[in-house]
């Protein structure tokens, strides 16, 4: 045993016995017997010395020395370990706690810290031209051919074609609305010349016959009813002594008859006669009288008022007159200013239409290729917005964008920037991007401009700059690309893997690690981090390179 080198304790793998082990080599695995190692060890030490009656002294030193060892082991550990045990030495009472040893600490490290952000965008082609059918007036736009998506093509080439039959019917209608509103505009300009020359003569018969009522009024109260009344008057008058004159005659020729003692048929009818006429006489009496009570109670007052109402109505009616026919021809005026203004509007709406009827053929700008869609920020809208539209019969918005033509010669970058990033994003910025059509190629870019305001909620943009090199073919508008650059960098940082480091239970902003002191004995300390770059933590203070950091949470 003694001569295979000088050896020392270490707790055995699933055993609560300590081995004996050889520095220098392995006598063999841990026995579960205490004898049977020691007959062993006698046993060989015997064949070595050959001398049997040595053996009682060895047995002694053996003993001995694991004594000895024994309790040194106790009080201090070995520095390395070998796996394997050649010889175990029961322990009896407690049991041993696993001390901490060396492959359970680690110690923190002065190394390059640094940490790349890379921001997800699209290529943008900087000339690309947006087109869209725009028209004022016309909303009818049906398409009749349209050009493929993806084709090549060549400045004033015909993209889109919609059908132009129906507004060209309506500018023809405008047109003809247009020559009758002249027409009529001429007849009314001659209207109103004619209305202002009848002006002063239509005045002056409104005076006279305003005159001529106000007389005949007059002569109806002075002249007309004071002769009807007196003619009524007369009449009775008249029949009065009509009446008077039958009477009288009937009298006398009663009188003559009755002297003789015969009278004649002739005499008969002579006074028969004579007594009708007394009879009509006396009726055309009451019937004058009655005629003469009904003008004076009924007549004379209704023509008076008839007359007196048909004045008033006559006065008002010139007074009227008097307004209306000034007004008429402010009233023919005022029509002819607005047959202007609808004829300007017509007018204005016909060269519209024209215009429209113009921009209603899509033509390109510029050479380059056909996309259908737009592009945002470089993100390509695709094609499934737009197929059914762009077909033959599919219906167009005015100004809604509908194609893009992108000439390729000049491109940029557009990546995303999340709120919480925003402030490592700075003007000049370099970085490496990478096209997703090509991810083993880096080129080089930086920052141009940083948007001031979100584009959505938490959503931030920036522009890149970038030139590619020479033979390396154009980046399709709306490729998938990534910006990688170096948001933070420190060439000497103190770092720890974060998985040895804790929060605390209470406030999770603290942060702690486990040290093993002087002792051995491990003891909790605070510490301050700075940046994460994956696996490794940036740490501030708290600990040293010196400090041993425990792999694990101790249980206590």
Known sequence: ????????????????????????????????????????????????????????????????????????????????????????????????????????????????????????????????????????????????????????????????????????????????????????????????????????????????????????????????????????????????????YSQEELNQLEKMYHEDDLTEETEEIILQRAKNQVDYAKFSVVSAQKNFEDFNTIQAPRSQKAMQDSFDREKLMFSAQRKTTPAEVKLKKLRLVKMEQEKKILVKKKRDLEQDLKNMTLKCPVDGKVYWGTFERGKWSGTVPFKNKLQEGGNLKAYEEILTICPSKRFRAIVEIPEKDLSLVKKNLPGKLIFSSLPEEKINAKVES??????????????????????????????????????????????????????????????????????GKSRKKRIDVGKQAGDTLEILSGITIRDKVLKEKPKN
């Open 1 to 244: 045993m003694l001569t295979s080198g000088r050896g020392y304790t270490q707790p055995c793998p699933n055993s609560q016995k300590f081995c004996i082990q050889p520095i220098q080599r392995n006598l063999g695995g841990c026995e579960d017997s205490f004898f049977v190692k020691r007959i062993l060890i006698l046993f060989i030490m015997t064949f070595l010395f050959k001398r049997i009656f040595f053996l009682p002294i060895l047995i002694l030193l053996v003993f001995s020395a694991e004594k000895i060892i024994f309790s040194k082991d106790k009080k201090e550990k070995s520095p390395s370990l070998d796996k394997n045990a050649s010889l175990q030495v029961p322990i009896q009472g407690k049991k041993e706690t696993k001390d901490h040893t060396e492959t359970e600490t680690i110690r923190a490290e002065i190394k390059p810290f640094k940490i790349n952000l890379t921001l997800k965008g699209f290529i943008e082609d900087i000339d690309a031209q947006t087109l869209a059918i725009k028209t004022n007036y016309w909303s009818d736009l049906r398409v009749v051919q349209s050009t493929k998506q993806g084709k090549k093509v060549k400045k004033d080439e015909i993209l889109v074609q919609l059908d132009h039959e129906k507004i060209r019917q309506q500018i023809h209608n405008l047109s003809h609305e247009l020559r009758l509103l002249e027409i009529d505009f001429q007849i009314l300009e001659v209207e109103l010349k004619l209305a202002e020359s009848l002006v002063p003569i239509e005045m002056e018969a409104i005076e006279l016959n305003e005159q001529y009522v106000k007389e005949d009024l007059e002569r109806f109260k002075s002249q007309d009813l004071p002769f009807q009344k007196k003619s009524l008057q007369m009449n009775l008058k008249r029949v009065q002594d009509y009446l008077l």
């Open 450 to 519: 940083v948007s001031d305001s979100p584009h959505s909620p938490n959503k931030y943009y920036a522009i890149l700059a970038f030139t590619l090199p020479k033979g390396f073919n154009n980046p399709a508008p709306g490729t998938a690309c990534s910006f990688t650059f170096v948001a933070y960098e420190k060439k000497s940082a103190v770092t720890l893997p974060a998985k040895f480091v804790f929060k605390d239970d209470y406030d999770p902003e603290i942060k702690h690690v486990y040290v093993l002191n002087k002792s």
